[in-house]
């Protein structure tokens, strides 16, 4: 993931994205469900085209929840659908650009509605753009992409580019939570996370080889432990 801005000739904007749109193709279930589905869940009006000044937008007209917590990447949805039938008095965004991800979210919601998630199918800095300062209390980023080599460390969500305005985004004192089975990445979070504004709340080890009390494994998770990676489980207060 990486944050440039361009510029087409026309003047228009639009951002580099490294991770992926679409996979293989999608099974006509899958398909028919993000067809009739996806709409009754859409965030709408945050898109660069769609929303073209950027407006804010007012969580209090589209969540009758009083808190929203966003889940950054959620890929088959599983963690985001475990936190909303947990939690039905929060407000929940998924986002997630990966489409074949979206579809896998939408055929589990078609069996099994949740009303307290609204989703977004694009880069979560779109919605960074339109969120009021403060209108966050807790943020999942749960297995994001490694890029592990060391030129392509820019592109991961662990850098400025996406932690100032997530953390401008967050309630203070709201909680961040990163998981990851990738070493280095735990050391350039370590690293960076705070330099936004954020604190490690880790008083000992235990804290972060303890899964969250909460907490159900991603499919990344699954196969991080499959391969005998370790999961880390790291958290930071706003
Ligand atoms: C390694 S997968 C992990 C998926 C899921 N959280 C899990 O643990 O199984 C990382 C996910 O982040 C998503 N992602 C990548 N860049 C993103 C961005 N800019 N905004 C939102 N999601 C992004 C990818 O599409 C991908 O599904």
Redesign the pocket.
Known sequence: ?CSEINRHKNGTEWRN????FKGKSLSPAQSEALLTQYEKYSLENISWDENPQRKKIKLSEIFREKSVWL??????G??LIHQAKLNPDIGFIG????QN?VAKLMGKLSANPCQNIKLYD????NIFDVLAKNSISKVFL?????WPKKRHHRRR?VTQEFLAPLYETMKPGSILRI?TDIEDYVRQALQEVPRAGFQWLAKDASDWRTPWQDWVS????IKALKEERTPHYLTFIA
């Open positions: 993931m994205f490294y991770g992926r889940e950054i990447g959620f890929g088959g599983e963690h986002c997630e650009p990966y991800g694009g880069d979560v800095r749960l297995y994001p992409d490694p969500f998981a991603t499919r990344y998770e």
